[in-house]
């Protein structure tokens, strides 16, 4: 008997939650930014009709729609709804899967009794469900297939522009091929399309038929992922990789089929859109370290440490680079965090050495001489996690830095983050960094 996964993706939602809240907000276009000088991050269905999308700058938006209703993003309003439709899904299947803030997997087989007539009514079921115990201004797309990344896919393939549901079965499969662009499989971005047109590959089926040692020579380990997409075949969707297409470097969004009910962390990470672009390393390191300092105390409150640090940065034409590097060592404090990181920043964005690829040296030219370029968004993550607890060092001069991280972990939990702070981050602005709800992984 086929497996019947069900995904469930949330209708914009940040901005769906702030018009369920507030009724005066209904039918009325609203941006939720992560600051009011950044870019729009979740607008609503009323936005988007009028051209505004995610990732269009305030000003663009105001230029577009000049009464848009524009607000910061409320973290615990939009966690506490999410843990609202997850319940509903637990109602369904113990199998739930969290994928993001706004989506979830479930596996429906047993509920279903094997049918994928069941399946629908199922689907309609849930969204009704949401209406009523959620709110009339909540809503969903669903999709069912015999996996995730079928499912995924079905959500996006129903009629409309929201409310969307639609089941792919496992004969119905074959016929996505006629329907998909490259781009329309999670984890095939625009950058990753343009590498394949240059090997030949235009369609899904293509990208199917293609030689799988091809493939790996070409992309590494990635082109393994990418035959295992071509066939709709899905081990499991990594949800740090939630709208991101597969880099060289970086694990695939693919890693197999996942276990149903475990939230299992696989990486912490932390990204800010700046007001403004900033091209000063003063305040590039400071902000450098206040995203490291804040990954930090979250991997210590969940006793983890990690070895793989992975940094990106773009700028207001979201133009730049993304690079990861392992290192020897296990960390979770933010001083070495920052450390790794700058040193992918230095080398890579900074380097005239021959290592330096074409990418990092446009951007560093662009960061030096274009008086309007620099960094707009910057982001860091740490995964090869570990969670354990390291023995204390043996040497007073080593325990002291283990001393002090203590000390002040201590004092943040008890009155407030960055109550005590490294000397360093004096002057960097309170709303820098500051806490968000983003679209991977639920964070703490």
Not at 200 to 214: A, E, K, T, V, W
Not at 271 to 281: D, F, H, M, V
């Given at each position: ?296 105390r979250r991997i210590r409150a969940k006793g983890a440490r990690g070895n793989v640090i992975h940094y990106f940065h773009s700028d207001k034409q979201y133009e730049g680079f993304s690079k990861q590097r392992k290192i020897k060592e296990l960390i979770n404090d933010g001083r070495d965090i920052y450390r790794a990181a700058w040193m992918i920043f230095s080398q890579s964005c900074h380097s005239e050495s021959a290592l330096a690829d074409e990418e990092s040296r446009s951007f560093r030219l662009r960061l030096q001489d274009d008086k309007a370029a620099g960094i707009k968004i910057m982001g860091i993550s740490v995964s090869g996690l570990k969670f354990d607890r390291p023995p204390e060092p043996l ?50």
């Amino acid at each position: 008997m086929s497996q019947i996964i069900l995904h469930l993706d949330m209708n914009s939602y940040f901005a769906s939650c702030e018009q369920q809240a507030n009724p005066h907000l209904r039918r009325r276009p609203v941006g939720v930014c992560e600051h009011l000088g950044g870019i729009i991050i979740a607008p609503s269905v009323e936005a988007k009709r009028l051209g505004i999308k995610l990732g269009t700058t305030v000003w663009d938006a105001q230029k577009i729609y000049p009464k848009i209703v524009l607000l910061p993003v409320d973290p615990d309003k939009i966690r506490s709804i999410t843990e609202r439709f997850l319940r509903i899904l637990q109602d369904y299947t113990d199998k739930v899967d969290k994928y993001s803030i706004d989506e979830a997997f479930a596996d429906i087989t047993e509920v279903c009794e094997g049918a994928w007539d069941n399946a629908l009514l199922i689907g309609l079921e849930i969204k009704q469900r949401l209406r009523l115990e959620i709110g009339e201004w909540v809503s969903c797309s669903i999709g069912v297939g015999p996996n995730k990344l079928v499912a995924k896919i079905a959500a996006d393939l129903g009629e409309g522009d929201i409310d969307r549901i639609f089941v792919v079965r496992p004969e119905e499969i074959d016929h996505l091929y006629a329907r998909l662009n490259l781009t329309d499989v999670p984890g095939i971005g625009p950058r990753l399309e343009r590498a394949l047109h240059k090997l030949g590959i235009f369609s899904l089926s293509q990208l199917r038929d293609y030689s799988l040692m091809n493939l790996i020579n070409q992309f590494g380990i990635n082109g393994y992922f990418l035959h295992e997409l071509a066939r709709f075949n899905s081990p499991s969707l990594n949800p740090s990789h939630k709208g991101r297409e597969i880099n060289e470097g970086s694990s695939s969004p693919l890693v197999g089929e996942g276990r149903w009910g475990e939230d299992v962390i696989k990486s912490f990470g932390h990204s800010y859109t700046l007001p403004r672009p900033i091209n000063k390393l003063n305040d590039i390191k400071k902000l450098m370290l206040k995203l490291s300092e804040k990954i930090g105390r979250r991997i210590r409150a969940k006793g983890a440490r990690g070895n793989v640090i992975h940094y990106f940065h773009s700028d207001k034409q979201y133009e730049g680079f993304s690079k990861q590097r392992k290192i020897k060592e296990l960390i979770n404090d933010g001083r070495d965090i920052y450390r790794a990181a700058w040193m992918i920043f230095s080398q890579s964005c900074h380097s005239e050495s021959a290592l330096a690829d074409e990418e990092s040296r446009s951007f560093r030219l662009r960061l030096q001489d274009d008086k309007a370029a620099g960094i707009k968004i910057m982001g860091i993550s740490v995964s090869g996690l570990k969670f354990d607890r390291p023995p204390e060092p043996l040497f007073e001069q080593y325990k002291k830095p283990w001393w002090m991280v203590e000390a002040m972990d201590k004092i943040n939990n008890k009155y407030g983050e960055f109550t005590i702070h490294r000397g360093r981050l004096l002057g960097i602005p309170d709303e820098w960094g500051k806490d968000t709800v983003g679209f991977g992984r639920m964070k703490g």
